[in-house]
Nanobody, 115 residues
């Protein structure tokens, strides 16, 4: 069974950095696309960044130039490096792994950016 476990969230001041990690159990991280999503209070969940099985990356306009998604095939982990954080980045961050027709989600990790 595929399971995803996120870590790395926390409280940081505006302008600071955090690195989120999404560890995949039960599958190989490189065989399917993985995305980082976030959901702020009262808002819909949105895609922040994604990486395909071939390594192609994409980003939401709001995070381009500040966030970087990467994959470590040895650690079976996908990372989200977040720099120059802003209060509007505050949200619960989730990773999603697509395997065939199935989507698997992690439990989420809270990121809070204070002004």
């Amino acid at each position: 069974q595929v399971q995803l476990v996120e870590s790395g969230g926390g409280l940081v001041q505006s302008g600071g950095s955090l690195r989120l990690a999404c560890l995949v159990f039960g599958s190989t991280v490189s065989i399917g696309p993985i995305g980082w999503y976030r959901q702020a209070a009262g808002k819909q969940r949105e895609l922040v960044a994604g990486i395909s099985s071939t390594g192609t990356t994409n980003y939401a306009d709001s995070v381009k130039g500040r966030f970087t998604i990467s994959r470590d095939n040895v650690q079976n982990t996908v990372y989200l490096q977040m720099n120059s954080l802003k209060p509007e980045d505050t949200a619960v961050y989730y990773c999603k792994f697509r395997l065939g027709w199935n989507d698997f989600w992690g439990q989420g990790t809270q990121v809070t950016v204070s002004s």
